[in-house]
C-alpha cells in the first residue's frame, strides 16, 4: 500500500499535496452541468415557442424564416420603443400641428373596449387574438380597395414596400408629398390580410393621439426610430412617429369606423380635400 501511495504521489502531487480534491472538483464540475442543463431546459422551450410566434403571423417584411426572427428578435429589438403614450403628439400639436381629420364624436362613440394583445417582436407588427370573422375580412377588404377606387385621382395601388406580401396605398405618381410621405416613401396604408386584417396607416399627429386614447391603435416599436444603415443591409430603415397600428375590427360598425381612419390617413398624407 506504502508503495502505490509514493507512486501516486510522484505521479499526482498536486492533488495529494492538497489532499486529494479530485472528488471535489468532479462535484463542482457537476453543479456546473446541472445549472448549465436547468437553463437549456428553461430557455430552449421559450425561444421556440417565440419563434413559433413569430411564423404564426405570416409572410411579413422580415425574412418568414429563422434569419428573420433573429434580426427582429436581436438585432432591431433593442431598438424598440413603447408603442402607447401620446406626449410625443402633445408636442407636435403644441407646435402647430393641430390638423384633425377624425371627428371627435366619431371617435367617442366607436371608443374600443379593450387592445388585442399583441406579438412580442418589432417586426411584423401583429394582434394574437381578437381576429375578425371570414365576413368582416371580406368587407374591410372590400372597403379598403373601394377607397383607393374612388380615389384614383389622388392614390394607386402597389406593392407594400414594408410588407412585401400586401398591396398598399399610395400616392399617385407626380403628387406633391408632405414630409411624412416622403419618409413613408409615398406609402399611405397598407392591410394585413395573412390572418388579422389589421392595418398600418400613417395619420395627423392629432388623428393619432385620438385612435390611440381610444384604444384603437398605437405605434410601432420602430416608429420614430432612425436605425443605423448597416443593421438595415446598407438600406435606411426609417418610420415617422405618425405611423400607427391599427386594430383589426370585429363588426361591421367597426368596419366603418376602421375605412374613416384609412380615409383620415389619405387626407393628411395628400394634403387634399378632395378625399372620397
Given at each position: 500500500?506504502?508503495?502505490?501511495l509514493?507512486t501516486?504521489?510522484?505521479?499526482?502531487?498536486?492533488?495529494?499535496?492538497?489532499?486529494f480534491?479530485?472528488?471535489?472538483?468532479?462535484?463542482?464540475?457537476?453543479?456546473?452541468?446541472?445549472?448549465?442543463?436547468?437553463?437549456?431546459?428553461?430557455?430552449?422551450?421559450?425561444?421556440y415557442?417565440?419563434?413559433?410566434?413569430?411564423?404564426?403571423?405570416?409572410?411579413?417584411?422580415?425574412?418568414?424564416?429563422?434569419?428573420?426572427?433573429?434580426?427582429?428578435?436581436?438585432?432591431?429589438?433593442?431598438?424598440?420603443?413603447e408603442?402607447?403614450?401620446?406626449?410625443?403628439?402633445?408636442?407636435?400639436?403644441?407646435?402647430?400641428e393641430?390638423?384633425?381629420?377624425?371627428?371627435?364624436?366619431?371617435?367617442?362613440?366607436?371608443?374600443?373596449?379593450?387592445?388585442?394583445?399583441?406579438?412580442?417582436?418589432?417586426?411584423?407588427?401583429r394582434?394574437?387574438?381578437?381576429?375578425?370573422?371570414?365576413?368582416i375580412?371580406?368587407?374591410?377588404n372590400?372597403?379598403?380597395?373601394?377607397?383607393a377606387?374612388?380615389?384614383?385621382?389622388?392614390?394607386?395601388?402597389?406593392p407594400?414596400?414594408?410588407?412585401?406580401?400586401?398591396?398598399?396605398?399610395?400616392?399617385?405618381?407626380?403628387?406633391?408629398?408632405t414630409?411624412?410621405a416622403?419618409?413613408?416613401?409615398?406609402?399611405?396604408a397598407?392591410?394585413?390580410?395573412?390572418?388579422?386584417?389589421?392595418?398600418h396607416?400613417?395619420l395627423?399627429p392629432?388623428?393619432?393621439?385620438?385612435?390611440?386614447?381610444?384604444?384603437w391603435g398605437?405605434r410601432?416599436?420602430?416608429s420614430?426610430?432612425?436605425l443605423?444603415?448597416?443593421?438595415?443591409?446598407g438600406?435606411?430603415?426609417?418610420?415617422?412617429?405618425?405611423f400607427?397600428?391599427?386594430?383589426a375590427?370585429?363588426t361591421?360598425?367597426?368596419?366603418a369606423?376602421?375605412?374613416?381612419?384609412?380615409?383620415?390617413?389619405?387626407k393628411?398624407?395628400?394634403?387634399?380635400?378632395?378625399?372620397?
Amino acid at each position: 500500500m506504502t508503495s502505490i501511495l509514493q507512486t501516486a504521489s510522484k505521479l499526482f502531487p498536486w492533488h495529494l499535496s492538497q489532499g486529494f480534491k479530485v472528488p471535489q472538483l468532479l462535484q463542482q464540475s457537476s453543479k456546473t452541468i446541472i445549472i448549465s442543463a436547468t437553463i437549456l431546459a428553461v430557455t430552449v422551450p421559450r425561444i421556440y415557442r417565440n419563434y413559433q410566434t413569430f411564423l404564426s403571423y405570416g409572410p411579413g417584411g422580415p425574412p418568414y424564416n429563422i434569419l428573420g426572427w433573429f434580426a427582429v428578435s436581436v438585432i432591431f429589438s433593442p431598438w424598440g420603443r413603447e408603442t402607447l403614450s401620446t406626449e410625443v403628439y402633445n408636442v407636435k400639436i403644441a407646435g402647430g400641428e393641430t390638423v384633425s381629420y377624425l371627428s371627435d364624436e366619431s371617435v367617442r362613440v366607436r371608443k374600443r373596449d379593450r387592445r388585442p394583445e399583441m406579438g412580442p417582436h418589432v417586426a411584423p407588427q401583429r394582434q394574437i387574438d381578437e381576429f375578425p370573422s371570414a365576413e368582416i375580412k371580406e368587407k374591410l377588404n372590400q372597403n379598403f380597395y373601394a377607397v383607393a377606387t374612388r380615389n384614383q385621382h389622388l392614390t394607386r395601388l402597389a406593392p407594400s414596400n414594408l410588407e412585401f406580401h400586401a398591396d398598399a396605398l399610395f400616392l399617385t405618381e407626380g403628387l406633391l408629398s408632405t414630409p411624412a410621405a416622403q419618409q413613408m416613401k409615398g406609402e399611405i396604408a397598407h392591410l394585413h390580410r395573412w390572418k388579422d386584417f389589421s392595418m398600418h396607416v400613417t395619420l395627423a399627429p392629432a388623428d393619432c393621439k385620438k385612435v390611440i386614447e381610444a384604444g384603437w391603435g398605437e405605434r410601432n416599436q420602430l416608429s420614430g426610430v432612425q436605425l443605423p444603415k448597416a443593421l438595415g443591409g446598407g438600406k435606411l430603415i426609417s418610420l415617422p412617429l405618425e405611423f400607427l397600428f391599427i386594430y383589426a375590427p370585429r363588426t361591421e360598425a367597426e368596419v366603418a369606423f376602421v375605412t374613416e381612419i384609412l380615409v383620415a390617413g389619405v387626407k393628411y398624407m395628400t394634403e387634399s380635400v378632395e378625399v372620397r
